[in-house]
Structure formats: C-alpha cells, structure tokens
C-alpha cells in the first residue's frame, strides 16, 4: 500500500467527528443518570480534562514520528511484550467496531424500521466501511470533509429548532451532586469521549503532511467536538428534563422528535440522525482501519488489503454477538468499558511515553521526511508517488 | 439456512478473488493469515445463520475485568 498521507484541515475535521461518535447518541442519558441536572457542568470539566489526555497522545506521537501506535509498541516495549500489548489494542479496536455497528443496528431497528433485523444494517453498513479501506485514508479523509458540512448544518438547524422548547428550571438547582459520583460521571464521559483518541495515533504523525499543524488541530477537533456533545447534553437536559434523559435508550433521537415549530415543522428526527450516522460512520472506519493496519502490523504484511474483507465478515458476525440485549450492553458500557478502554488507551500511552522518555527512542530520519513533507503539503490531492 | 448458503457463497468467491493474485506474488504469510481470518468469519456469520447461541466474547472481558473493578470501587 504506498503512502497516503492528510492534510492538517482533514485531520481536524476527522478528530472532531470522531470524538463526537457514539458519544453524541448514548451519552447524555449515561452522565444524567450520574449526575441529574448537573450533567453538563460534569461535561465540560471532562472536555477541558481531555485536553491533558490529548497532550499525552500527542507528546507520544511526537515521540516516535514515522510509526503508527502498533509500530511503536512493538519498538519501545520490545518484541514479545510489545505484540501482547498491540493484540490488547487491537481486540479494542475490534471489538469496539462490532459494537459501534451494534448500536447502528439498534438504533435503526427500535426507532426507524422495526421489522428489519439488525444484521442488514450491518452488512451495509459494513459495506460502506470495507469500500472505504480498501480506498485508504486519503479518500476516506475527503469523504469526511464532504460529510463535515452537512453534519455542521444539521446541528445548526437542531439547535435552533429545539432552542424554543427550552426551560430553565430543568437544570435547577445546580451543583447538586456528591464528588464522588461527579467523578464516576466524569471518567464514564472521557471513556467515551476522549480515551479512543488514541485510534487517532495510528495516523496522527506518520500518515499527516504537517504534523505541527496537525496537532494544534487535534486540540481544535477535540474542543469542538466537545462543545457540540456539551451542547446535546446540555439541551437534552433542559428540554426533556433530566429524569427523561436517563431512561431514554437514544436521548438525542427524543430531543429530536420533540421539534415542532408552529405544528407544521416537525417529525423531522430522522433527518436530526444523519448528524449520528455520519459521526458513528467516521468512528467505526476509525476503529476498523486501526485493527487491519495493526493485524498487518504485528504479522509483518506490507499491503494489509487482502485482510480487509475477512475481518469485515468477522466484524458482521461479532456485531450480532456481541450484546445480546440493550441491558448487557448498557452494563458493560456503564462499568468495564472505562476500565477496559482505560487500560490499552491511557495507560499503555502513558507507560509507552515513560519507556520511551527513559530509554530515548527517537526516530533518526526526521530532517529529510519534514523537507519531504513540506513538498507534499502545497499538492494535498490524491496524486501519491 | 438462506443465510448459511450465502455465507459459505460469499467466502468461496473473497478466496478466488483474492488468493490468486497472491499466490503469484509468493506472499504465504499473508495467505495464511487470510484464510484464518475467512475462517474465523464464515464460521461465526453460519453460526449466526443457523442461530446457534454463541457467547459475546465481551463477556470474558467483564469476567476479567469485574474483580479490578470491585477492587477500586472499594477505595471510594
């Protein structure tokens, strides 16, 4: 596969959907149910705690320049230690990408089209994914700056079209909730919005043009989309009310449906969720293009194609077991899933940036790949040496 | 069963699409980790066809992980 690489604007518009994600979708009933009323206050400490997590990301990414968080597992922890850690990664990435067409799956049968079952979505929805690998990143990073205005004008007209229905007193009395669970909240918020970032490293220095830039718009997407996610979080409080909000499945889909301007505006939900789709879309390619490049990695494959229809066949057959029912998948993303992703995301991070800090690994070519870069910045189009 | 035959039918055609060009190139890791990986699929999409109840693999992860959590749950 030869080398395919982004530009810094592409990157910023991939970090902000992605860390919108699912998070758009499940969040707010998860961090209502935590924190009631408060759970926007609870929301932005988690944002503006991300920015560390984010530093952490990028310091390791400046680290080790030409590789990929797999590459660089395998040369900061050593051969053995470091696969064993690269396959806790990749089952994350796996296993989060069955998930993630789970819940596409579900959404669209309990709300949109009852009678089909939920393996259809996923086959065309997996469709679209594999296409989108086997295209590479490049075309996948155009697609997402296609797909970015549309979901930034559907969130405008949402917000606008909701804002009538606001009332205040749902969000009174504010700072009500005890520290510990304000804590809980928070970690089960970053778990979902800021710890898979780290997908992000698989592409962050090595497959950007300018990583300077890059990294400043890592800051800018992870921000932004945290602004958006406290803005759903906030109006889903304030709107429905937060007792509603937490026993909701998709509080976002019930803020939706409540549009009406002038009874003639509304039934309009469906046209709210393709803001969803296009962020869940940008997420699950994500997860799923981690775990190829990282299979091929581990093995030692030059052109990870070949395995992308098979694992798209895995991806299918995981979606369908990997919850039996909504309940399993709310306990398991209320309670392992923090410390599941904690593990392979934060921690292996921060263990990598320690190791690789104490025994100074650094990549030696970094003068003639950045006059190389500097090249490439000013085409930014699909011609590829 | 419909969905079984389907399966077996689209795994059979990813092979002869995608061995071939491999075979001539001499890439036997790849091959091999291809056809485990196709294997892998078929067998659980048949599975899932024939509704055989196959555990979530994320139910090992919750047996792993619940001690860890009870442990720090007990630090607050």
Known sequence: ???????????????????????????????????????????????????????????????????????????????????????????????????????IGIFMQTEVMPETPTLSFAVLFTIILVFASFLGIEVFARSAEILFPIFSFIFIVFLICISPQINIENIQPIFETK?????????????????PLVMLLMIFPSAVNIPKAAQKGFYFGTLCGGIVLIIII????????????????????????????????????????????????????????????????????????????PLGMCMIALSQIVHPNIVHSNNYNQKIWPLYSGLFTVLLALLLLVIAKVRKIRSKTAGDHSNQQTEKSTLNSSETP | MFISMIVILVSLIIAYITIPPLLKKGEKKTIFAFSILLFIGAILNIAIGLKINIPSPLDFITFIFTPIRKMLLSFF
């Open chain 1, 1 to 103: 596969m030869e080398k395919q690489l982004l530009s810094a604007r592409q990157f910023t518009i991939i970090t902000l959907l992605h860390s919108i994600g699912t998070a758009i979708l499940i969040v707010p009933a998860s961090i209502t149910k935590q924190l009631h009323q408060d759970a926007w206050i609870g929301a932005t400490i988690g944002v503006l705690l991300s920015f560390l997590i984010v530093k952490l990301y990028t310091s390791l990414g400046n680290q080790t320049p030409h590789l990929t968080f797999v590459e660089a597992n395998g040369k900061i922890l050593g051969k053995y230690l470091g696969t064993l850690t690269s396959l806790g990664f990749i089952t994350l990435a796996f296993f989060s990408a069955s998930e993630l067409l789970y819940f």
């Open chain 1, 179 to 195: 520290t510990t669970s304000l804590i809980t909240g928070i970690l089960k918020f970053m778990s979902i919005f800021s710890f």
């Open chain 1, 234 to 309: 906030a109006l889903s409080t304030l709107v429905i009310g937060p007792t509603n909000t937490s026993i909701e499945t998709f509080p976002s889909y019930a803020l939706a449906q409540r549009i009406s301007i002038g009874n003639f505006f509304q039934r309009v939900e469906i046209v709210m969720a393709v803001m969803w789709i296009i962020s869940i879309y940008i997420r699950t390619f994500l997860y799923f293009y981690a775990s190829v490049i990282g299979i091929a990695q581990i093995l030692n494959i030059k052109d990870p194609r070949p395995l992308i229809l």
